[in-house]
């Protein structure tokens, strides 16, 4: 108790300032008083609720009426923005706003059923030529019948029904463009490199899985489509240099 009592004392009285030199030294840390208060950021999941949010606020902030540049929209990913003020007294910005995309998961590193892929297809992919041709794969491929295909090791065969009763070898595709949803839906899915595997589970039957085969390269063409967004929404302000867009 007398141990915790010298702490309690150690940390509330007055701080002791000691010069040495040109230098100054505090026997605890100090926290500077800030002259400003800040809002609590707003959070939405659309872009477009940030174009209106900027337009209608850009005349309210008072504090910096006269500056250029007043409001900075950040893309900082594919899946989020955010909007700042420029700095204050305090050399700090203001978050007005994080704007969060709303993506439908799902695991491009683990294997599906065929059931529960067919259905990712169609609910979380933009049609495409390569899309119609995989849910042609899950929903005509035959178990106990997904193989390798000649001497390479990535290409596979795989037994598919081609009618009622007639059944045929077929290549299963690889690579293959896709347009998941994975970014804003104000802009244009970037379409993706995957490359599409199935195989045979003894107790699940033939699963099938996409593996992300583009280094990334998609991240960058999506927040561009972003930044081209935004700026086309935001034009006048930018122009007045009411906005600063970054990325």
Do not use: C
């Amino acid at each position: 108790m007398i141990e915790k009592a010298f702490e309690w004392i150690k940390n509330h009285g007055k701080p002791e300032v000691i010069g040495v030199g040109e230098n100054h030294y505090s026997d605890r840390t100090l926290y500077r008083v800030e002259q400003n208060t800040r809002a609590k950021s707003v959070e939405t999941s659309t872009l477009t609720s940030l174009v209106n949010y900027t337009q209608s606020s850009i005349m309210d902030i008072q504090y910096y009426k006269e500056a250029k540049n007043q409001l900075i929209v950040h893309v900082i990913s594919p899946t989020q923005v955010k909007l700042y003020t420029v700095l204050d007294d305090d050399r700090k910005r203001e978050e007005l706003m994080e704007v969060n995309a709303q993506i439908p998961a799902f695991s491009y590193d683990r294997f599906y059923d065929l059931e529960a892929f067919n259905i990712a297809l169609q609910s979380k992919f933009i049609p495409n030529e390569d899309r119609e041709l995989l849910l042609k794969f899950t929903g005509t491929a035959e178990a106990g019948t997904v193989g390798e295909y000649g001497d390479d090791g990535v290409s596979q065969k795989v037994t598919v029904k081609t009618g009622i009763t007639s059944k045929t070898e077929a290549i299963v595709p690889n690579p293959v463009q896709l347009k998941p949803y994975s970014t804003f839906t104000e802009v244009e899915q970037p379409e993706r490199l995957f490359v599409f595997r199935m195989k045979d589970n003894r107790n699940m039957g033939i699963e099938a899985a996409i593996f992300e085969a583009d280094g990334g390269a998609w991240k960058a063409e999506a927040m561009r489509r972003i930044h081209q967004y935004l700026y086309d929404e935001l034009r006048e302000l930018i122009k007045d240099e009411r906005v600063l867009l970054i990325q």
